[in-house]
């Protein structure tokens, strides 16, 4: 059963670093590509980022380039996303996401707030 | 970036009754294999989004026939027959086509 666990959320300053991590199982990072999400407080979704099944390929929004890293350790079935330089406009819900031609499947989100 | 543009934002309707939402890009969603990349999200509140529809008009496993995605290139229509209180939420259409990849402002359907 294919399975994506968010974690690493909280509480953090502006202008900090917060790494959260994605757990997946029911699948191989190295043979499906995987997003990240995020989802602002009763606003809409946004596209952030996403590598690739071969890890060749990471693409990035606009508002993630340059700050926000995507990366992942196959041998623990983890995907990341670093994000850096933290404002108060990244305060949402971050989701990971196999989206793909067979199925989509969506974790249950991690919350980041920006605070002072 | 790819803008989709969604219509209506909010969409009241009555149970039982059909809905429609349209989705429209600024780039044609068709890619050199010929499929066009335009996907239907739903999210309930609280609840993490689900897709319904990709490639314009495929459901996905597990969507009743209820749903049905109609379109091509640039506009496209997401259609709710005989709308149920489980169909509440927000609704997003999303181009798999570019990237980056974007979402539509969502649309929410609500009981009239």
């Known amino acids: 059963q294919v399975q994506l666990v968010e974690s690493g959320g909280g509480v953090v300053q502006p202008g900090k670093s917060l790494k959260l991590s994605c757990e997946v199982s029911g699948f191989s990072l190295s043979d499906y590509g995987v997003h990240w999400v995020r989802q602002a407080p009763g606003k809409g979704l946004e596209w952030l980022a996403v590598?690739?099944?071969?890890?060749?390929?990471?693409h990035y929004s606009d508002s993630a380039k340059g700050r926000f890293t995507i990366s992942r350790d196959i041998s623990k079935n983890k995907l990341f996303l670093h994000l850096t330089s933290l404002g108060v406009e990244d305060t949402a819900v971050y989701f990971c996401a196999k989206l793909d031609i067979e199925s989509d499947c969506w974790g249950q989100g991690t919350l980041v707030t920006v605070s002072s | 970036d790819v803008v989709m543009t969604q219509s209506p934002l909010s969409l009241p309707v009555t149970l039982g009754q059909s809905a429609s939402i349209s989705c429209s890009s600024n780039h044609s969603l068709v890619a050199r294999d010929g499929d066009t990349y335009l996907n239907w999200f739903h999210q309930r509140p609280g609840q993490s989004p689900r897709r319904l529809i990709y490639?314009?008009?495929n459901r996905d496993s597990g969507v009743p026939d209820r749903f049905s995605g109609s379109g091509s290139a640039t506009d496209f229509t997401l259609t709710i027959s005989r709308v149920e209180a489980d169909d509440l939420g927000v609704y997003y259409c999303?181009?798999?086509?570019?990237?980056?990849?974007?979402f539509g402002r969502g649309t929410r359907l609500e009981i009239k």
């Open positions: 999303m181009q798999g086509l570019l990237w980056p990849l974007t």
């Open positions: 590598l690739s099944y071969d890890g060749r390929e990471r």
């Open positions: 490639k314009v008009s």
